[in-house]
């Protein structure tokens, strides 16, 4: 009872949070673009423009405040809820003299909700033919009457709240206490709360706080990569199993790429590892604060790239060393506690999210379902509906299409979802409850990580009518035109960029446990390569013709992809053939 009790008051957190965050996530473009102007035009900047710069005002106080409460008001009630929340928003915004995003957060949904009790009451009662008088009208009275409203009360509350938040980032900030916020921020990150805390809370207090100051270290507490950096690198150094194999990959995803979502299965799996991200927040905020590192506008994604890009001119070392301290903490503690652990047997990825699951009383994906009959689309919804959900979404699709199966796979955010029985969802596992309350009737699969999933094998298996073993097993081994007879090892081949041969290497030992075949597998640099006429050297396309040079004795398999290849199946299918 108090573990669903529990599980009901985060979802309701995860709801409020992420219906903030989801009126900033769509105009992350817009508030980068003004970031982009503001750096460049204003009199400090790289390019100074008085002309230019003239519109750096007014986008802030007009066109970013009118786009989120536009897209609050449209994830309440469609288009005629972001019309009304546009024009309500337009009262906080004439009635104050900050720039009124806090406000805008707050009039959009209202405008919206207010229009969506509306039409739920009067919509069957318009009589035919004034349907389109009726709605006209009462989406600008009802406008009219809000943005009065925001004017006169809302807008000038909201102001001095503002102010109020703004005095009290003021004073954490000279009692130097911002590094103290990270004790929070990490683990409700971990929590998959990221995108609220970051757009929902940071991003409206660092926007005033840039038109007063120029820059805002709020910005970068949440954005910050270097806790998860740390966290993967001490994965990689003292990790087992496949989460050892795994973890460079995702340092690339996460560093370069800026879903920050890849790192925290990682976490989950050993929770004394809260305080490894939690050291790294706090140091790198801390490192922050003491140089004095801001930027100019929100990185989203979390990305170094990002990151740098929106840093003002000649304060790129602050920021540089505030990610690096943060990613030296986190090592540290990640480290000790990975080296710490005592137990023999190799613990893998997969069956640390198992027993994670397990602990949680979750649901286990498929286990218990008889078909998916009647499934026509599949969605990976998560907090944002980019990011990793994209990614997962495209691994997926390409197995489908190979599979030759007629299902669309896409993307969204868990806000928009609608209900519809033949549709299958794919979520994380903490955010199935919040999925399931936006559609109910659909069918549903959890999941920790959306890069590295073997349910999607299964996935495909239920959708084709047969048992996943029963088909592989079922293939006929495709014809190879070279000899696996003598082969004791394969070695994945690749050059400086060896994240792709890292995920390679966790698909083909999936495939290889699938089959209970025990053959060594290695992934090696190109420049030291290095086989036997026993090895299978697996390369792409472009290394192919160095890799034979190398060692022309060994046996060589050319892919297009190292983490996709249909090749390995084949090659995988021959071996347990003459084992």
Known sequence: MEQTQQAS?????????????????????????????????????????????????????????????????????????????AIATMGVIVGTEIPMIMGAMIMGPLGGFTIKKFDAIFQSKIKTGFEMLVNNFSAGLIGFALALVGFQAIGPVVDRLTQAMAAGVETILNAQLIPLTNIFIEPAKILFLNNAINHGILTPLGTEQVSETGRSILFLLEANPGPGLGVLLAFTLFGKGSAKSTAPGAMIIHFLGGIHEIYFPYVMMKPLLFLAVISGGVSGSFVFQLLGAGLRAPASPGSIIAILAMTPMGSYLPV???????????????????????????????????????????????????????????????????????????????????????????????????????????????????????????????????????????????????????????????????????????????????????????????????????IPLRKVHINELEATPQTLVISKNSLTQAAKQKVPAAVHLSVDSLITTPKYESVVANLKQIA
């Open 320 to 518: 540089i060393l505030g990610v690096v301290a943060g990613a030296a903490a986190s090592f540290a503690v990640a480290a000790v506690i990975l080296k710490a652990d005592s137990k023999e047997a190799v613990d893998t990825f997969e069956e640390s999210v198992k027993a994670t699951q397990a602990a949680k009383l979750s649901a286990k994906g498929l286990a218990g379902q008889t078909s998916l009959t009647g499934i026509q689309h599949i969605i990976f919804a998560c907090d944002a509906g980019m990011g990793s959900s994209a990614m997962g979404a495209s691994i997926l699709r390409k197995k489908i299409n190979a599979a030759g199966l007629p299902q669309d796979v896409t993307n969204r955010a868990i806000n928009n979802l609608t209900d519809a029985a033949n549709t299958l969802i794919v979520t994380q596992e903490e955010l199935k409850n919040r999925a399931q309350q936006k559609a109910p009737n659909a069918t549903f699969v959890a999941i920790e990580n959306f890069l590295n999933s073997p349910k999607y094998d299964e996935i495909v298996a239920t959708l084709s009518g047969t048992d996943l073993k029963e088909t592989v097993a079922a293939k006929p081994a495709p014809v190879l035109d070279f000899d696996l007879a003598n082969i004791n090892e394969i070695v994945l081949v690749h050059d400086d960029r060896k994240g792709s041969a890292t995920m390679g290497q966790k698909v083909v030992e999936r495939i290889l446990e699938r089959e209970a075949l025990n």
């Open 9 to 85: 008051l985060k979802a309701k957190v995860q709801k409020l949070g992420s219906t903030l965050s989801s009126m900033v996530m769509p105009n992350i473009g817009a508030l980068i673009a003004w970031g982009v102007l503001t750096a460049l035009f204003i009199p400090d900047g790289y390019l100074p423009n008085e002309s230019f710069a003239s519109m750096v005002g007014p986008m802030l106080t007009y066109l970013i405040p009118l786009l989120v409460g536009y897209t609050g008001g449209k994830v309440i009630a469609g288009e005629r809820g972001a019309v009304v929340g």
